[in-house]
Each structure stands twice: as C-alpha cells, then as structure tokens.
Nanobody, 128 residues
C-alpha cells in the first residue's frame, strides 16, 4: 500500500553531519505520522524521531534531542532527518516508518508496533 525508500546514509567522523531522506509512494498528507528508527548491530530497534502531518509536531529521543531535526517536504512526499554533531553511538541502520491512520503522540511515536509501513534502511557509521 505504501512504499518507503531511505537514502543519505554513509560514513562520517565524530562531530560530522548527515541528512537522511525518506521518499513515500503516496502523498505525505495521507501519512499522519512519520518516524525514524535505528537498529545498532545486535540490538533492538529504537525510536529516534517522529513528526505528525497536522501542526508538524515533532518528537525526539533524549539521546538525539538538540542534535537531530526531523522535517517534511509535503510537495515531495518526503521526510528528512538532519543529523548534526554525530557520535559513534549513533552508528546503526536507520529506517523510516509511516502510520497513515493515527497521529503521533508523546506516548506512541517511539513504539515500532504503531507503524504500518517501513523502508529498507540506510546505514550510518560514525567513527574516527
């Protein structure tokens, strides 16, 4: 029903920046909540950031707050994750996710089971 394609990953040094993109196959206005998750090797998937369509309310994990910014381009049906001041612990596979029926909330945005559609992931590696 919805296809998501991530891009923009790569390798950077600590303190560097990357911007990830997630293109949706459907109009961005039809996706009530768009989120970014990441999965380090051997660990579970954790929520990084999310954004709701109406009001562009944003949510961030404590570990990335102040360093990462999530935003949407409705004309391109694309959600972005701008990552600044990257740290080695940010190294992970990053996935975008979409929920077309329910808006993000403070209580639900970071729960992966709340999202219906997922991209294939893009690798981010931060090392010296």
């Amino acid at each position: 029903q919805v296809q998501l394609v991530e891009s923009g990953g790569g390798s950077v040094q600590p303190g560097g920046s990357l911007t990830l993109s997630c293109a949706a196959s459907r109009n961005a206005y039809s996706q009530k909540c768009m989120g970014w998750f990441r999965q380090p090797p051997g660990k579970g998937r954790e929520g990084v950031a999310a954004i709701s369509t109406v009001g562009d309310n944003t949510y961030y994990s404590d570990s990335v707050k102040g360093r990462f910014t999530i935003f949407r381009d409705y004309a391109k049906s694309t959600v972005y994750l701008q990552m600044n001041s990257l740290k080695p612990e940010d190294t992970a596979m990053y996935y975008c996710a979409a929920q077309p029926y329910v808006y993000c909330t403070t209580f639900s945005w970071s729960q992966d089971v709340r999202y219906d559609f997922w991209g294939q992931g893009t690798q981010v590696t931060v090392s010296s």
